[in-house]
């Protein structure tokens, strides 16, 4: 059996014993041209991750392996790597990896670009009709071929009895053995970051 990680709901903390954990983060990055009030939000939620985390981390334990969506890279490279790509999220990686965590390479860099090309090419905005299905095969064949090699990197890196940390885009369909504690944080301003990106889809 495995566990679908987009559908993870918020069980107690207390329901949970030994075995390994994974808090999931979903990152949240910012538009070309933020507005102020969006800004606000999105600050107000990365302070609201830390909060959660730390409380979890005090119930629990503190995390041990951290996984950072888009970094091949592990230790002090991915470290900057994370830096250049969130700023935010790497305040949250930063403090933790300060408290003696590890940062784990997560995407295999060949697989990862297959991906992203193939999403490039879909974005452009294809005429013929031939050509978007196969294209778009190639896409949802890179898409599965990366969700399964990500959950294979944490299954292989997670030993038994710690705690890792995700930090990753939601809606990726992940699948995780059923070995692995899935943790989701979800603090109140993302339901008001979800609300304002809806709001500004349906005025454009």
Same mark, same amino acid.
Request: aromatic content about 10%; glycine content about 8%.
């Given at each position: $059996?495995? *566990?679908?990680?987009?559908?993870?709901?918020?069980?107690?903390?207390?329901?949970?014993?030994?075995?390994? !954990?994974?808090?999931?983060?979903?990152?949240?990055?910012?538009?070309?041209?933020?507005? @102020?009030?969006f800004?606000?939000?999105?600050? &107000?939620?990365?302070? *609201?991750?830390?909060?959660?985390? @730390?409380?979890?981390?005090?119930?629990?334990? @503190?995390v041990? &392996?951290?996984?950072?969506?888009?970094?091949?890279?592990?230790?002090?490279?991915?470290a900057?790597?994370?830096?250049?790509?969130? !700023?935010?999220?790497?305040?949250? +990686?930063?403090?933790?990896? #300060?408290?003696?965590?590890?940062?784990?390479?997560?995407?295999?860099?060949?697989?990862? =670009?297959?991906? $992203?090309?193939?999403g &490039?090419?879909?974005? /452009?905005?294809?005429?013929?009709? !031939?050509?978007? =299905?196969?294209?778009?095969e190639?896409y949802?064949?890179? *898409?599965?071929?990366?969700? #399964?090699?990500?959950? !294979?990197?944490?299954?292989? =890196?997670?030993?038994?009895?710690?705690?890792? $940390?995700?930090? $990753? &885009?939601?809606?990726? *369909?992940?699948?995780?053995? @059923?070995?692995?504690? +899935?943790?989701? /944080?979800?603090?109140?301003?993302?339901?008001?970051?979800?609300?304002? /990106?809806?709001?500004?889809?349906?005025?454009?």
């Open positions: $059996m495995s *566990q679908d990680l987009g559908k993870i709901e918020k069980p107690a903390v207390e329901g949970f014993g030994a075995g390994r !954990k994974l808090y999931f983060v979903p990152l949240v990055f910012y538009p070309q041209e933020p507005e @102020s009030g800004l606000e939000i999105v600050n &107000r939620y990365w302070e *609201q991750v830390e909060a959660h985390l @730390s409380n979890l981390e005090g119930k629990l334990d @503190s041990k &392996r951290i996984y950072h969506e888009l970094v091949p890279l592990g230790g002090e490279d991915g900057k790597v994370i830096e250049e790509l969130n !700023k935010d999220s790497y305040r949250i +990686v930063k403090g933790r990896l #300060d408290r003696g965590a590890e940062l784990q390479p997560l995407e295999d860099e060949e697989i990862l =670009t297959e991906f $992203m090309d193939w &490039r090419c879909l974005a /452009v905005g294809l005429q013929n009709e !031939k050509v978007f =299905t196969m294209v778009f190639f949802v064949e890179a *898409q599965k071929q990366r969700n #399964d090699q990500l959950a !294979k990197s944490i299954d292989e =890196t997670l030993a038994d009895g710690e705690i890792g $940390m995700l930090l $990753m &885009r939601e809606g990726h *369909q992940i699948q995780f053995p @059923s070995g692995i504690q +899935v943790f989701y /944080v979800a603090p109140p301003s993302l339901d008001e970051i979800k609300r304002w /990106v809806r709001a500004r889809e349906q005025k454009q």
